[in-house]
């Protein structure tokens, strides 16, 4: 069973930066793609960045602010997310694809709030 938890989030003001890490149980991370979601109150679940056989893809919301990387050796991928503007504000998820499937596995997600 892949297990996915995220961490990092917090209450920042805009113009911010924060770094949110997704640790996993396993090591998909060096075998299967990975991405970031966000899911603001009232709105639907949206893609922020995907890291896929060493290739990146950004939102065009995030691109130039926000950085997707991972470390297969820990295990974990990391979301850099620098000038934070108030519609960043979410409940940021990692989800990542493996035996289950493509995206079969969610993390439980974590608040990022950019506020003054």
């Known amino acids: 069973q892949v297990q996915l938890v995220e961490s990092g989030g917090a209450l920042v003001q805009p113009g911010g930066s924060l770094r949110l890490s997704c640790a996993a149980s396993?090591?998909?991370?060096?075998?299967?793609?990975m991405g970031w979601y966000r899911q603001a109150p009232g709105k639907q679940r949206e893609l922020v960045a995907r890291?896929?056989?060493?290739?990146?893809y950004y939102a065009d919301f995030v691109k130039g602010r926000f950085t997707i990387s991972k470390n297969s050796a820990r295990n974990t991928a990391y979301l850099q997310m620098n000038s934070l503007k108030p519609e960043d504000t979410a409940v940021y998820y990692c989800?990542?694809?493996?035996?289950?499937?493509?995206?079969?596995?969610w993390g439980q997600g974590t608040q990022v709030t950019a506020s003054s």
């Open positions: 989800n990542a694809d493996g035996p289950g499937g493509a995206g079969a596995y």
């Open positions: 890291l896929s056989g060493g290739k990146t």
């Open positions: 396993g090591s998909i991370f060096s075998i299967y793609p």
